[in-house]
């Protein structure tokens, strides 16, 4: 049954990285709606096939020890954690609905995070690594590029601007809808091309991945973020090191700790700087000073387990019931707009899942980096995997959740800590 089970993790694997990006009905009136219905589907049909293939033959072997001993590893259990307080957060909210799915078009209520969640456990158990499946996940991001050029030269094949925008000039690109989720999405995307273009050893690989680096440039040009260079800088300094000092030393595993400690300083400082100004970093400036000022008018008891996860926005319009004053400089700011998020996701799990919440997130986040440094430096797969890692957390500084990477994430995860078996 483990290789059904692996059939099933390729599956699921391939169905997020294809589908999701580029799924959508042709228009960009509520797409991140669908692509969240999407998403859950397609867990749903995942945890079909999973029980169909495993259940069964796993009930029949409860009683193996070999089985018992190695059920849950440092990494699972922390994982197990953070979902435990998610759940709780949610279900002790103002309003459990709201927390299971979320912010409608975000869906990243306790439900999404859940899932994912399951997709870690689920990957790091049955998934084996296979080189063309890498090489499929960064095509399939090559269609998604080429359209978001293509907006930005005024073009519009898939008439997605069909209520008369400007594709040259629009928020919105490709198949994603706001160019910031396209640019979270390659965050992901871009460190396997670069790491590979370092890596491999087949010539026509190399030459393929350099051509993608090459439309990826003119992609960040057109319609990037800085934050797109940052994910390129990340994977060329690790290819670099891996290339060319393989038998130097990244970092001793005790010192791990102490680090993702700096790390969250440093970051920590950088908001308190930048929230001084608010207009800093495109506006976040002001939106981490008001998250700040959101999470510090909580009760006691939210500020440890939050008002429910992706309800910021919720707990947002209560807090401006209680302060008009601060209703007053948002509309001045924003002409009323809703803000649906801190713009950080550390900042959002603090605001809806609480100091717990947020502490068990990081938990989690040094775990796997701890399982890398112990078993996965010089293994192709779990390298490939960890810069996408750290690719995708050092943009959640500055971005937040989404179905269009946030579940990839997830995967990628479940890849660096996945068991031998």
Not at 143 to 162: E, H, Q, V, Y
Not at 282 to 311: E, H, Q, T
Not at 357 to 365: K, Q, S
Request: proline share 3%; glycine share 8%; net charge positive.
């Amino acid at each position: 049954m483990k290789k059904y089970k692996n059939y099933v993790a390729l599956f699921y694997v391939l169905s997020v990285f294809f589908v999701i990006p580029i799924y959508n009905k042709g228009t960009y009136d509520n797409i991140s709606v669908h692509k969240t219905d999407a998403y859950l589907f397609l867990c749903g049909v995942t945890l079909i096939l999973y029980v169909i293939t495993s259940v069964i033959e796993d009930l029949q072997k409860i009683n193996d020890e070999s089985l018992r001993k190695r059920t849950f590893s440092e990494v699972d259990i922390a994982m197990a954690v953070f979902g435990g307080l998610v759940l709780i957060s949610a279900l002790i909210s103002k309003s459990v609905k709201e927390s299971m799915y979320g912010v409608p078009g975000f869906g990243m209520g306790a439900l999404a995070i859940c899932l994912m969640i399951l997709s870690f456990f689920f990957i790091s158990r049955y998934y084996f690594y296979n080189n063309w499946v890498m090489h499929i996940i960064v095509a399939s991001s090559v269609l998604p590029t080429i359209l978001a050029i293509m907006n930005r030269m005024g073009f519009d094949p898939l008439s997605m601007f069909s209520n008369g925008g400007d594709p040259q000039n629009g928020l919105y690109v490709s198949t994603f809808g706001n160019y910031g989720w396209y640019s979270e999405y390659m965050a992901v995307i871009i460190p396997i091309a670069v790491y590979m273009v370092f890596m491999t050893k087949d010539k026509m690989e190399r030459l393929l991945y350099g051509l993608y680096i090459v439309l990826v440039i003119f992609a960040i040009i057109s319609c990037g973020t800085t934050m797109m260079l940052i994910s390129a800088l990340i994977a060329v300094m690790f290819a670099f090191k891996r290339k060319f000092l393989p038998d130097r030393k990244i970092v001793d595993v005790k010192f791990v700790p102490w680090i993702v400690v700096g790390v969250m300083l440093v970051y920590l400082v950088c908001v308190l700087l930048i929230s001084r100004n608010g207009d800093l970093a495109n506006g976040r400036g002001y939106i981490w000073k008001l998250s700040f000022d959101l999470y510090g008018s909580l009760p006691f008891d939210k500020k440890l387990i939050g008002v429910g996860p992706n309800r910021f926005m919720y707990a947002l319009n209560e807090y401006f019931e209680a302060h008009p004053e601060a209703m007053g400089e948002f509309n001045a700011r924003f002409n009323g707009l809703a803000l649906t998020s801190a713009h950080s996701e550390y900042l959002d799990y603090l605001v809806c899942t609480g100091i717990m919440g947020l502490m068990a997130y990081l938990y989690v986040i040094f775990r796997v980096v701890e399982r890398f440094l112990q078993t996965g430096l010089g293994k192709k797969d779990r390298e490939i995997a960890f810069i996408a890692v750290i690719s995708y957390m050092i943009y959640a500084f500055a971005n937040f959740s989404m179905v269009c990477a946030t579940p990839m994430f997830f995967i990628l995860m479940g890849m660096v800590a996945k068991e031998r078996r």
